[in-house]
């Protein structure tokens, strides 16, 4: 089985030795995103909701890129500078993983690079669903 590198123009380039997603057989496998709008290097805003919404659009890129999708989606690992925004990003969250969510845990940490207050990063199964949109039935 060899190892493919995922990257995307729709979600932020990797900033230092590391992959956007790295794809494994049926496995797509991301690295943590923040909240960081492509192209402009700035965060979708200083919130915990805005920074959600775009991490998880810019989690759906790679995932999309690596041929998987949100729904296919079976572990998410959510980082926070701030437990206490949990319920906040929750809500946002739950948009997008409406029906049958994935395993996740979510954990409080010191700091997250360039100041972000949320990174996402999954665990997938390939899918093929963007192949051909017309039929796909993922997010």
């Given at each position: 089985?060899?190892?493919?590198?995922?990257?995307?123009?729709?979600?932020p380039a990797?900033?230092?030795?590391?992959?956007?997603?790295?794809?494994?057989?049926?496995?797509?496998?991301?690295?943590?995103?923040?909240?960081?709008?492509?192209?402009s290097g700035?965060?979708?805003?200083?919130?915990?909701?805005?920074?959600?919404?775009?991490?998880?659009?810019?989690?759906?890129?790679?995932?999309?890129?690596?041929?998987?999708c949100l729904?296919?989606?079976?572990?998410?690992?959510?980082?926070?500078?701030?437990?206490?925004?949990?319920?906040?990003?929750?809500?946002?969250?739950?948009?997008?993983?409406?029906?049958?969510?994935?395993?996740?845990?979510?954990?409080?940490?010191?700091?997250?690079?360039?100041?972000?207050?949320?990174?996402?990063?999954?665990?997938?199964?390939?899918?093929?669903?963007?192949?051909?949109?017309?039929?796909?039935?993922?997010?």
């Amino acid at each position: 089985m060899s190892k493919e590198i995922i990257a995307t123009d729709e979600a932020p380039a990797a900033v230092g030795p590391y992959s956007q997603g790295v794809r494994l057989g049926d496995l797509v496998l991301t690295a943590g995103q923040l909240g960081i709008v492509p192209g402009s290097g700035d965060f979708a805003g200083p919130d915990i909701t805005s920074q959600t919404q775009q991490a998880l659009e810019n989690l759906e890129a790679v995932l999309e890129a690596g041929g998987s999708c949100l729904e296919h989606v079976i572990k998410v690992t959510v980082f926070l500078q701030d437990i206490e925004e949990f319920s906040q990003m929750n809500e946002v969250y739950a948009e997008f993983f409406s029906a049958g969510p994935p395993a996740r845990s979510a954990v409080q940490v010191a700091a997250l690079p360039l100041g972000g207050r949320v990174e996402i990063e999954a665990v997938a199964e390939a899918c093929g669903c963007g192949e051909d949109d017309e039929e796909s039935h993922c997010r």
